[in-house]
Structure formats: structure tokens, C-alpha cells
């Protein structure tokens, strides 16, 4: 009987689960003593500034694309998400520094650096469609200079940046998801590799 | 070990301290914190907002721009009309020798300048004697004749004013093309060309490729542009309208077009996003890359960070 | 007045930027600014000490 139940796919998946990312590495209370940076702090501010434009993007969703023109209140959100985007990039970029001051690459982390890297260039696409479908001055003249560069590679084919529906679509709905998954992705791997230790130039020595 | 250390690479097990560090209780702290400043800086800058513009504005600010643009996508001179893919097949995609992804991939987005930008929302305006004989005139005419009138007009097109509604060149033998010309930046200022170009696929629509492509072969967008600091030449990409930050993360990107040679180059664009895609996968693959992944262990910044970890070995 | 508070900024930043040439460089103040205080946040996260270190010895696991 237990045999069979061990043998199913979803007791499988549990316990891969359960053995990858037990519940203590996934909400740990300790760390180790060498992390005691505040370089640490900008990888937390880069994910809550990504919440706060998200969710200042959801609001302007509920009310559309072309709501903040008219109204003050929805001018003072996209404020908000603008601002929102200025901070999670600066906490990002400092991230990404601080990430290769420590080679956190090393032990096993190659995937938490690639996957980092990638959610960088997917936060550039993000931003550049949103960008794209402000709806005023700044997105005419965006578009009409992106085309050429997009269009160069081949990509205008498919990816249309003059028109503001396609944009829009890819703003609020593809990027979203795809930029939310490899932070997912990123954070979860974070956890199941802990924080990198310090560079040790000789093991022998222990430093 | 069965394989050699490498200090760019592996580390050996932590075996030392732990402490107690409350990731729920620096996250919340971090999101107060963030929200605080995201709402500091709303409250003390605002955002940028500078109205978009249309051809009503454009043809009303600067007839003459608009009706020599016009001209231009009439006789297949302006930018768009000699773009090549995904537009039309009349220029040479932007290459690397022989790689040209966008002549491959071919025409997409098919546009005819002179049908799509003056012909047909010509068509599309109320009957009036005078512009239904000139699209008739145009419309039965050989293309020899054609260009013959196009020549006629580029060549007294210098001279162009916009007096009393209308445009106006020293006359010459070009058929129809003036009274074109006129009827379509009267249609312009009316705002009707907006209206012809956005529905011209229907009554929904989300798809501004044309009138933003007429938009960008005239000089004036251009000009609004420059005076905001945001041509390509000025590293216009990661600047903002207005004094407000940019997409100052663009800034490599954008460099490249300053430079030699990418500044005088025709195909620009493409060989600075093909030098920007192995730039980008430098930086996804720098743990793979030997002497980049030891740039860390060299400039010895670590020391820094964990200056308590080695001071207490 | 109308409570348009969103409209209301209390520094006005919409009026033409302010940009920096050097050679080939050419950058507003508004990005150098943010650019500046990137770098001052990298190095200050790294010279200031990290607090709540002070009772490492009981925490041992």
C-alpha cells in the first residue's frame, strides 16, 4: 500500500519538493555570521520596489491607459510607478554590483547569477513597453526611434513597437508574468543555495 | 579533491557561526521603506506628462513642413517610402555583410507611402469637385506621367508657402499634385487625417504604425525632440522629457551611437544591437568566462563586505 | 483651487533639463544625479557597519 502511494507522482513531487526546499531554508531565522553587509539589503529593496510597481501598475490598469491625463489622483500613481521603476532599477544595479564584488556565482550558484542577469535585461524590456505605452509625447518618440533598431534585427517582423495595443498587452500582461517568474525562480534559488561565502583563496589555509 | 580548486569558482563548506536574521522583518522594514521614498519622491517631482502629438497639431504649427513631408511619401522620398523590410521592399535592410535578419524576415507591415499616407485617405474625404478630378487625373495616369509631375513639383517645392489655407508653389506642369498636396494638409489641419490613418483598418483600433510613421518622416517631431535633448545623437535614449530622470540603465547602449564607427554608419543600429547582444551574454555567462571571473578575487572589494569574517579568522 | 494633488509636484521638473557635455559624453542632471547617488549607495553599503552584530557569541547553532 505505501509502496504504491510512494510510487505516485504526486507523492514524488512532495518530497522532492520537501527535500529541495525544506521550510526552514525556505523562511530561514538565521544566516550566517558573514552576512552582516548592508550591500546585502539591495537585493530585498529590489523586490519590494518591484511589488510597489506592480502595485501601483495594477491600479493604473483598473482605470486604463489613458486615465492618469485627466485625472490628478491617477497622474499621482503613475508618479508612483515611475518613481517605483527609478528606485527598483537603482537597487538593482547596486545589487548586480555588489553580487560581483562577491563572485556569488561561486559554489554552485552559476543559475542564481544567470537567472539574475536575464531578470535584469527582462526589467529593460519591461520598462521600454511601459515606456511605450504612456500614451503621450515621450511614447511617440520612443516608438519611432525604437523601430529602427528592433526593426534591424528582424524583430520589427513580429514585434511592433508603433502599435501601442500590442505594446500595452506586453507591458501589463507578458513581461509582468515573465519578469515575476524569474524573480521567483531567482529568489527560490537564492534559498536552496544559501548566501555565498566569502572568497577562501586556499582551502588549506581556510582564507 | 578530486578535481583543483579553483577560488572563481567553488567554495569550501561553511562550517562556521550562524546568527539570527529576521528576512520577514527586513523585507516588511524594506517596504516601508521604499514606499516612504517612492512616495517622497511622487510627492516632490511628479512625472513628466508632455502631450502627444498629432498631425492636426504638426500640420497646424508647420503647414510647410507637413505638406513638403506629404510630398515626400507622395513621391517616394521620405524615409518610410525607401525603408525596405518590414515596411516595403524599397530600400536595403540595415546588414553585417551578408546578415540582414530583417531582409530575411521580409516585409510584415506592408506600407505604400503614397497609397496609404495621401491616396487613399484622399479617397476617403467628402466628394469636392476640384480633388475628385485630381485623384481621377492621378489615378488614370501613366507612372511616366506620374513622375513627370512629381518632378514639376520637387522642382518649385523650395519655393513652398501656406497662405490662406492653401499651399502654394510657383506653378508648374504638375497636374494634379498641388491640388493633392493642398487637400491633404487642409485634411491635416482639420484632423481628419488622424482619423483616416488610425481607422484605416476598421472602427477599433490599437495600432498607430501609420500616422507615427508619417509622424517621423517629417522635420518637426524631430525638432520637438531635439529641443528636449532626446535625439540619438544627443544620447537621447536615456534621457526623459522634461528634467526628470531617464532610463539611465541605457547608458551603454546608447554610448555606441556615439562613437566610431556605429556615428556614421548606415546599418548603425543593427551592428550596435548585435554588439550589444555578446555584450549581454558576457554578462549572463561571466561565471563561465576565465579572467572576468576573477575580476572580484583581483579588485579584493570583498575584503570589504566581509572585513568580519577575515578579521575574526 | 481644485484638490488636483496629483498635478501638484513641489519642485517643478517640467521645463527643459539641464545637460552636462564633456567630448563625446552628454548626460542630464537628472541621470547623473541618480548615477551619482548609485555609486555613494554602493560604497556607503560597503563602509558602514552593519548593525546588530554586537551579540554574535550566544548566537552560535
Redesign the interface.
Known amino acids: 500500500m505505501s509502496t504504491t502511494i510512494d510510487r505516485q507522482w504526486t507523492t514524488r513531487l512532495r518530497k522532492r519538493v520537501e527535500g529541495t526546499l525544506p521550510p526552514e531554508k525556505l523562511?530561514?531565522?538565521?544566516?550566517?555570521?558573514?552576512?552582516?553587509?548592508?550591500?546585502y539589503?539591495?537585493g530585498?529593496?529590489t523586490?519590494?520596489?518591484m511589488?510597489?510597481v506592480i502595485g501601483t501598475g495594477v491600479i493604473l490598469a483598473i482605470f486604463g491607459p489613458q486615465w492618469?491625463?485627466v485625472?490628478?489622483?491617477?497622474?499621482?500613481?503613475?508618479?508612483?510607478?515611475?518613481?517605483?521603476v527609478?528606485?527598483f532599477?537603482?537597487a538593482m544595479?547596486?545589487h548586480l554590483?555588489?553580487k560581483?564584488?562577491?563572485?556569488a556565482?561561486?559554489?554552485g550558484?552559476?543559475l542564481t547569477?544567470?537567472t539574475g542577469?536575464?531578470t535584469?535585461?527582462a526589467s529593460?524590456l519591461t520598462?521600454?513597453t511601459g515606456?511605450l505605452s504612456?500614451?503621450?509625447?515621450?511614447?511617440?518618440?520612443i516608438?519611432?526611434?525604437a523601430k529602427?533598431?528592433i526593426?534591424?534585427?528582424?524583430g520589427?517582423?513580429?514585434f511592433?513597437v508603433?502599435?501601442?495595443?500590442?505594446m500595452?498587452m506586453w507591458h501589463i500582461v507578458l513581461m509582468p508574468i515573465i519578469a515575476v517568474a524569474l524573480v521567483a525562480f531567482h529568489v527560490i534559488l537564492v534559498r536552496i543555495k544559501g548566501v555565498?561565502?566569502?572568497?577562501?583563496?586556499?582551502?588549506e589555509v581556510?582564507? | 579533491m578530486s578535481k583543483r580548486?579553483n577560488?572563481?569558482?567553488?567554495?569550501?563548506e561553511?562550517t562556521?557561526?550562524?546568527?539570527?536574521?529576521?528576512?520577514?522583518k527586513?523585507?516588511t522594514i524594506?517596504?516601508v521603506?521604499?514606499?516612504i521614498?517612492?512616495?517622497g519622491?511622487?510627492i516632490t517631482?511628479?512625472?513628466?506628462?508632455?502631450?502627444?502629438?498629432t498631425l492636426q497639431t504638426w500640420s497646424k504649427a508647420d503647414p510647410v513642413d507637413f505638406a513638403t513631408t506629404a510630398f515626400s511619401e507622395l513621391d517616394g522620398s521620405s524615409a518610410v517610402a525607401g525603408?525596405g523590410?518590414?515596411y516595403n521592399t524599397n530600400g536595403t535592410?540595415?546588414h553585417w555583410g551578408f546578415i540582414a535578419?530583417?531582409k530575411?524576415?521580409?516585409v510584415?507591415?506592408p506600407i505604400n507611402t503614397a497609397t496609404d499616407f495621401v491616396v487613399s485617405p484622399l479617397e476617403s474625404q467628402p466628394a469636392n469637385p476640384a480633388l475628385s478630378s485630381a485623384l481621377a487625373q492621378w489615378k488614370g495616369a501613366t507612372s511616366a506621367t506620374q513622375s513627370a509631375w512629381l518632378t514639376a513639383y520637387s522642382n518649385v517645392s523650395g519655393k513652398m508657402s501656406f497662405s490662406g489655407d492653401r499651399v502654394v508653389v510657383p506653378s508648374a506642369k504638375d497636374g494634379p499634385v498641388p491640388v493633392m498636396i493642398t487637400s491633404l494638409t487642409q485634411m491635416a489641419r482639420s484632423g481628419a487625417l488622424d482619423q483616416a490613418l488610425e481607422t484605416s483598418k476598421g472602427f477599433y483600433?490599437?495600432?498607430?504604425?501609420k500616422p507615427?510613421?508619417f509622424?517621423?518622416d517629417g522635420t518637426y517631431?524631430a525638432s520637438?525632440?531635439q529641443k528636449?535633448h532626446?535625439l540619438?545623437t544627443q544620447w537621447?535614449?536615456m534621457n526623459?522629457?522634461d528634467s526628470?530622470?531617464g532610463?539611465?540603465?541605457?547608458w551603454l547602449y546608447t554610448f555606441w551611437y556615439q562613437v566610431s564607427p556605429f556615428n556614421t554608419s548606415a546599418?548603425a543600429?543593427?551592428l550596435?544591437?548585435g554588439l550589444m547582444m555578446i555584450l549581454?551574454a558576457v554578462?549572463?555567462?561571466?561565471?563561465?568566462i576565465p579572467g572576468l571571473?576573477s575580476?572580484?578575487?583581483r579588485?579584493k572589494?570583498?575584503r570589504l563586505?566581509?572585513r568580519?569574517?577575515?578579521q575574526?579568522? | 483651487m481644485?484638490?488636483?494633488?496629483?498635478?501638484g509636484?513641489l519642485i517643478n521638473l517640467n521645463h527643459p533639463g539641464h545637460y552636462l557635455h564633456w567630448h563625446v559624453i552628454d548626460v542630464s542632471v537628472a541621470n547623473l544625479t541618480?548615477m551619482v547617488?548609485?555609486v555613494v549607495?554602493?560604497v556607503?553599503?560597503?563602509v558602514?557597519p552593519?548593525p546588530g552584530?554586537k551579540h554574535?557569541k550566544g548566537?552560535e547553532?
Do not use: C
Not at chain 1, 555565498?196 to 582551502?203: A, C, L, Q, R, S
Not at chain 2, 562556521?16 to 520577514?24: C, F, K, L, S
Not at chain 2, 554578462?283 to 563561465?288: A, E, G, I, R
Open positions: 523562511l530561514p531565522d538565521t544566516q550566517p555570521a558573514y552576512v552582516a553587509s548592508w550591500i539589503v539591495f530585498v529593496l523586490l519590494v520596489a511589488a510597489e492618469w491625463h485625472s490628478g489622483v491617477g497622474h499621482f500613481i503613475n508618479s508612483m510607478h515611475l518613481w517605483g527609478e528606485v532599477f537603482f544595479i547596486v554590483w555588489g560581483f564584488a562577491m563572485a556565482w561561486r559554489g550558484r552559476t547569477w544567470i542577469a536575464v535584469f535585461l529593460i520598462a521600454f515606456y504612456q500614451t503621450n509625447f515621450d511614447s511617440q518618440w516608438s519611432t526611434q529602427d533598431g526593426n534591424s534585427t528582424g520589427g517582423a513580429f511592433n508603433l502599435n501601442f495595443g500590442q500595452l555565498v561565502p566569502p572568497i577562501v583563496e586556499n582551502p581556510g582564507q | 580548486y577560488p572563481d569558482v567553488d567554495v569550501p561553511y562556521g557561526r550562524y546568527a539570527p536574521y529576521d528576512i520577514i527586513e523585507g524594506a517596504l521603506v521604499v514606499l521614498l517612492v512616495l519622491l511622487s517631482f511628479g512625472s513628466p506628462d508632455d502631450k502627444a502629438i525603408y523590410a518590414p535592410s540595415q535578419p530583417a530575411w524576415l521580409g510584415h507591415i483600433t490599437t495600432d498607430f504604425t507615427l510613421l509622424l517621423s517631431f520637438l525632440a528636449g532626446l540619438g537621447g535614449m526623459e522629457t526628470y530622470p532610463q539611465a540603465w541605457l546599418s543600429d543593427f550596435v544591437w549581454t554578462l549572463v555567462l561571466v561565471p563561465f571571473r575580476i572580484p578575487r579588485i572589494l570583498y563586505i566581509w568580519e569574517h577575515y575574526d579568522l | 481644485s484638490l488636483d494633488w496629483g498635478l509636484a541618480v547617488l548609485m549607495a554602493f556607503a553599503a560597503l558602514l552593519f552584530r554574535r548566537d547553532k
